[in-house]
């Protein structure tokens, strides 16, 4: 039976895959630590936000890949409290795009909804601010708009993450569209129906990226025309002092921010996930 639900996509990774992969070893994804921590935030989905959700509107899913993959790009679908999308493509923090790209395919196969969104498994989503939305309308893109990718390739740290996992400089954004506006992907994207189906079809780059910019760029080339309406007040992506924007804690962050946020990225600890849904339980 098809869905006809909103999917909520939760990019996550899968601690029972094998971590033996060279590209593991390389990148120091997923080993250790990254599993332990893909457990704590499912952990605090399921037990904050998901409780709330209107799963007659709303149908999150889990996205994950494998460090192993044959690229297929084939999909099956696990049971679970929320279930579980196992993509057959590779599961790499710089291949998000490709799992993304399965997903998409998923989406035209089996789902009749108007829309998509994709999360990350750190983020937050209000129920409450969620629930109040009665339309997307008809944007291809909706999210936190950052930039243009030049004006990314001249951050310090994009040119030293690089040098940190021994690629060569620009290869990060190679291969996408330079002038392109682009969403940050942590604090969640919302997807046209129109817009899944381009990049089921069109997601797919051989160069390690950014899969935020590289939907756009994907989206952008193929219509040229596209809408991209920005919910920077909405879809909260950072406390200020990751983005050396104010002195805000990650702690000052969940105990402050306002609540009428639809999603806010970057929970790091147990106590964060708790306190914003107390907060929202208690308004």
């Not at 998901?50 to 049971?79: C, H, Q, R, W």
Request: proline share 4%; net charge negative.
């Amino acid at each position: 039976m098809a869905i006809s639900q909103i999917p909520i996509f939760i990019k996550t990774t899968d601690p029972a895959d094998s971590a033996e992969s060279d590209f593991v070893k390389n990148h120091e994804i997923y080993s250790g630590s990254k599993s332990e921590q893909s457990i704590e935030r499912k952990t605090g989905i399921e037990s904050t936000w998901f409780k709330e959700l209107d799963t007659s509107k709303f149908y999150p899913i889990y996205m994950v890949g494998s460090v192993n993959s044959t690229n297929t790009a084939s999909y099956e679908v696990i049971d679970g409290i929320i279930p579980l999308l196992k993509c057959d493509a590779l599961d790499d923090y710089h291949f998000v795009h490709r799992k993304v790209q399965v997903a998409c395919k998923w989406f035209v196969e089996e789902c009749t909804a108007s829309h998509a969104i994709i999360i990350d498994d750190d983020t937050f989503v209000n129920w409450k601010t969620l629930h109040s939305i009665s339309s997307f309308g008809d944007n291809d893109i909706i999210g936190h708009r950052v930039g243009n990718v030049i004006d990314m390739a001249n951050e310090d740290w994009l040119k030293g993450k690089e040098e940190k996992f021994g690629l060569e400089i620009g290869t990060l954004l190679r291969d996408v569209d330079p002038l392109v506006l682009y969403p940050q992907g942590g604090a969640g994207i919302i997807l046209s129906k129109n817009s899944v189906s381009t990049l089921a079809e069109h997601l797919y780059f051989e160069k390690p990226g950014y899969d935020d910019i590289q939907i756009a760029s994907v989206i952008a080339k193929h219509k040229p025309s596209y809408t991209f309406s920005n919910w920077a007040s909405l879809m909260i992506p950072y406390p200020m002092s990751v983005t050396n924007a104010g002195l805000e804690t990650h702690e000052e962050y969940a105990e402050n921010r306002p609540l009428s946020f639809l999603t806010l990225h970057d929970m790091r600890t147990a106590s964060m996930w708790t306190t914003v849904y107390n907060r929202l339980k208690a308004e």
